[in-house]
């Protein structure tokens, strides 16, 4: 099996970040489980221009690259920041300026951070209607950490860390599967499965 692209995009605004290094322990999991090509990105990557681009012409190539990446992903692990109940307002207007049609079918796993327990709600109800516009196939597993669950710039808290598992391990199932079913028509076209 050729090697997947998994995207991460992390929607902070500086680095170190909680949101990356949840969106990279999740991207990690998958990893183990399915041969594929990490990339990540934090939404500082997009550079300052994102929020005054109202379409995909007057991206900047940074921010161009990276809408790009997720749409050509095979996988992806999306995280935000919560602030006041929400995502950030740039990770949406990022994704406003996916095409529509350009995640159907694609895996992905949906990560958030915040100050505390108030905000994790907000995985299942912004992330997950906003990935479901795109018909895209989310896992079941949600993972939502708050600032107790680091320490030292790291995953702390177990319970996460079976969370990171269980959506990595669904990740990587979905990936795998999908890459499956796409290449058994092509081996029955050139001869192999009948």
């Known amino acids: ?14 680095r170190p970040s909680k ?8 991207a ?20 300052p221009g994102l929020g005054g681009a109202l379409s995909r012409d007057q991206l900047s190539l940074p921010a161009r690259r990276i809408v790009e990446a997720v749409e050509e992903a095979d996988a992806l692990v999306v995280g935000t920041p919560v602030y006041k109940g929400a995502y950030t307002g740039l990770f949406k207007h990022l994704f406003d300026l996916v095409a529509p049609e350009a995640l159907a079918g694609t895996p992905v796993a949906l990560a958030a951070t915040g100050g505390g327990p108030r905000h994790a709600l907000v995985v299942e109800h912004s992330l997950r209607p906003l990935f479901g516009f795109f018909t895209a196939l989310t896992v079941p597993t949600a993972v939502y950490a708050s600032d107790p669950d680091f320490r030292d710039g790291g995953l702390d808290s177990p319970l996460i860390r079976q969370r990171v598992a269980e959506a990595g391990d669904q990740l990587a199932t979905l990936a795998g599967a999908r890459a499956a079913a796409a290449a058994a028509p092509l081996a029955r076209v050139a001869g192999g499965a009948r």
């Open 1 to 14: 099996m050729t090697r997947l692209r998994l995207v991460g995009f992390s929607a902070n605004i500086q």
């Open 19 to 26: 949101t990356r290094t949840l969106v990279e322990a999740i």
């Open 28 to 47: 990690a999991e998958a990893a183990v489980r399915l041969p594929v090509e990490v990339r990540i990105f934090d939404l500082v990557d997009a550079g």
